[in-house]
C-alpha cells in the first residue's frame, strides 16, 4: 500500500493530466453533431493504427520473461486491429450510401 501512494504522489501532475484529457474528450465527443458522428470516428479509428504500432515495438522490447508487458501488448494489437478493421467497415458502408444506384 505504501508503493502505491508513493507512486500516486510521484506522479500526481500525471493523474490529473489524464483525468482532465477524459473529461475534455468525453465533452467534445459529446458535442459532435449525429450527423458528423460516423464519418469522424471512422477516421479517428483509423488513425487507431499507431497504438498497433506502439504494441508491437513493447512486444519486441520486451524480455522473454515479462509477461504482463507480452500480454498487454498483445492485447493492444488485437484489440487496435479490430478497431481499425471496423473503423474501415464503418466507412465503407457509409460510402456504400451514397453511392448512384443502376
Not at 465527443?29 to 504494441?55: D, F, K, W, Y
Not at 467497415?89 to 444506384?101: H, S, W
Amino acid at each position: 500500500m505504501e508503493n502505491i501512494l508513493s507512486w500516486i504522489s510521484a506522479h500526481q501532475e500525471m493523474i490529473y493530466i489524464v483525468v482532465l484529457m477524459i473529461f475534455l474528450g468525453i465533452e467534445v465527443i459529446g458535442r459532435v453533431p449525429s450527423v458528423l458522428h460516423t464519418p469522424l470516428m471512422s477516421g479517428a479509428n483509423a488513425i487507431h493504427g499507431v497504438v498497433i504500432i506502439g504494441a508491437i515495438i513493447v512486444m519486441g522490447k520486451a524480455e522473454t520473461d515479462n509477461y504482463l508487458a507480452l500480454i498487454l501488448g498483445f492485447l493492444a494489437v488485437v484489440l487496435g486491429t479490430i478497431n481499425v478493421v471496423g473503423g474501415f467497415v464503418v466507412t465503407d458502408r457509409m460510402l456504400e450510401m451514397f453511392k448512384k444506384k443502376k
